[in-house]
């Protein structure tokens, strides 16, 4: 039985005092969170060493302005902490930290990860002017009961994977009638005991039973989970809805530069739309009469599926920053996942476990030997 | 509409063949040099291993316009590099399952294992792919605009 303490703040203010204890006793150097910007300015993640700079700090407003494992990422690419850093991030930001350790992209040494179980995120537009504090007070009050808030990212609605894997604490937020009043952490690791046993913030606890509304939530997800699966249905053989959906692309590439585990520098499908020479041109036209210029549109996306859905998390960045409405996240996370399941992986899963391009077993996979 | 069925009716796929430097390719120069029969409208592409093929490499030949595309390697234990086939199967089936999802036949990719011995199986799986390509007709993306 893990151990759990409680704080006896609410949601922000509690995970305010965690990381405001941690700084302020040593236990870490400098923590991760999303922070408000001076004067409506924004939400992003800051690194804060300053314990008066996390006043401003807003550790579980439920957007997500960039993803958490790709902010660590460029934090850690070059060299590890070398000294204890903690970082608020939501399970999914905390598996595609886990995603790009493994591409050597990042490294995990001296950080403690922090993460909520996550009732899911508004779509990223709504940090810019909109309060947001009527929907924040609904989606709190639908947390406490095991429901999901309205007006999330469409991929949240299906994410089964809400609750944190292989972090050092979890935020237990879902299905809480006390989340008004305290604040339940669960220390998953023997170093998160250590720290919190000097920070003063009350004895650990065993773990309590589980609420009842978090039942109820994994089965709102697994059918909301189904029901987006139901709507996309590219089943044929031309590729005709496929070709549809993306066809309205305008290849601004924004949903590249905001996935996590799209980390190379170059992308190796821009720079081949840049390489369509006057050969291409010819080529294309003699067969077809007719060819999208520049080329590669809806190529791009099947590349990037072939790339990066073995690693997909599900964040829903892409969909957010999509331009033209395309649902790029739920598409993803409906390849991604079959994908996944060929090899019974799960991104983020395991640090340990290698990505299944790079590993393989001797006696598997007969049936693509044709 | 007519214009479309003459082509079709003078309809020659148009094969893409990967092949492994240390077995199938000298297993397709078996089969040339023993005169073989075999179909003349598959092109090689001589790799130095199976597994240098990237996915994207196979549906770039699928999105310019090939019918099929086949990727042959060593058999499994027989790689010249120990266990570069290994790797060629797991891309494979991310592939195809890829296809699969994205509502694309995939029965127009495939992956054999060919030997630089077995000119005959190199001959008999260049009938057997053409058989299954020529019998689903035209790549649909070939001619596909917005691609």
């Known amino acids: 039985m893990t151990a759990t303490i409680t704080i006896d ?24 969170t999303l922070r408000r910007l001076e004067d409506g300015g924004g939400v992003a993640h800051c690194l804060v060493t300053d314990p008066a700079a996390l006043a401003e700090a807003v550790p579980l407003l439920p957007v997500m302005p960039s993803q958490g494992g790709q902010v660590l990422s460029h934090l850690t690419q070059e060299e590890p902490f070398k000294e204890p850093v903690a970082a608020v991030v939501r399970p999914c930001e905390a598996r595609a930290f886990v995603e790009l350790m493994k591409r050597n992209q990042a490294f995990g040494d001296n950080l403690v990860l922090i993460s909520p ?44 994977l809400f609750e944190p894997i292989g972090v050092d604490m979890t935020l237990r937020l879902v299905g ?5 009043k305290v604040l339940t952490v669960r220390l998953d690791t023997q170093r998160a005991e250590d720290m919190v046993k000097d920070l003063g913030l009350g004895k650990a606890k065993e773990d309590g039973k589980d609420p009842k509304g978090l039942e109820a939530l994994r089965s709102a997800r697994a059918k909301g989970r189904a029901d987006l699966r139901a709507e996309l249905d590219f089943t044929g053989e031309d590729m005709a809805e496929f070709s549809r959906t993306f066809g309205k692309c305008i290849s601004c590439h924004a949903c590249s530069k905001v996935c996590p585990i799209c980390y190379c520098q170059m992308c190796y499908f821009e720079a081949r739309a840049a390489a369509a020479g006057p050969a291409w041109w010819r080529n294309d036209l003699k067969r077809k009469g007719a060819t999208r210029a520049p080329p590669g549109t809806v190529f791009f996306h099947v590349g990037r599926l072939l790339h990066m859905s073995i690693s997909c998390v599900a964040c829903g960045m892409c969909e957010d920053v ?47 030997e044709r | ?86 790797f060629t199967r797991r891309r494979q089936a991310l592939l195809e399952k890829v296809l699969e999802e994205i509502g694309f036949d995939r029965e127009r990719v495939m992956l054999r294992w060919i030997s630089a011995s077995e000119g005959p199986e190199f001959a008999s799986t260049m009938e057997e792919f053409d058989a299954t390509i020529r019998s689903k007709g035209k790549n649909p993306l070939s001619e596909e605009v917005f691609l």
């Open chain 1, 9 to 32: 703040k609410p949601l922000d203010e509690g995970v305010r005092t965690l990381l405001r204890s941690m700084l302020e006793k040593g236990t870490v150097r400098a923590v991760l």
């Open chain 2, 1 to 86: 509409m007519a214009d479309k069925k003459k082509k079709e009716a003078g309809y020659e796929p148009k094969i893409l063949s990967f092949c492994c430097n240390w077995c199938s390719y000298a297993g397709a120069d078996l089969a040339g040099v023993s005169r073989l029969q075999m179909p003349a409208n598959f092109r090689t592409i001589r790799v130095m291993c199976s597994s240098r093929v990237n996915p994207v490499y196979v549906f770039t030949a699928l999105e310019r316009g090939a019918d099929g595309v086949i990727v042959t390697g060593c058999h499994p234990g027989d790689c010249h590099y120990a266990r570069g086939n290994y």
């Open chain 1, 117 to 160: 179980e996550c009732p899911g995120v508004f779509p990223v537009q709504r940090v810019s002017g909109d309060p947001m504090d009527d929907d924040i007070d609904a989606y709190w009050r639908s947390t406490s009961e095991g429901k999901g808030a309205d007006g999330l990212r469409p991929v949240c609605t299906g994410c089964e």
């Open chain 1, 322 to 368: 999509c331009p033209v409405d395309i649902p790029v996240a739920r598409i993803f996370k409906k390849v991604g996942e079959a994908a996944q399941e060929v090899f019974e992986y799960v991104p983020g899963r395991d640090p340990k476990e290698e990505i299944p391009i790079k590993t393989f077993v001797e006696d598997e996979l007969h049936e693509v």
């Open chain 1, 176 to 180: 809480r009638s006390d989340l008004d």
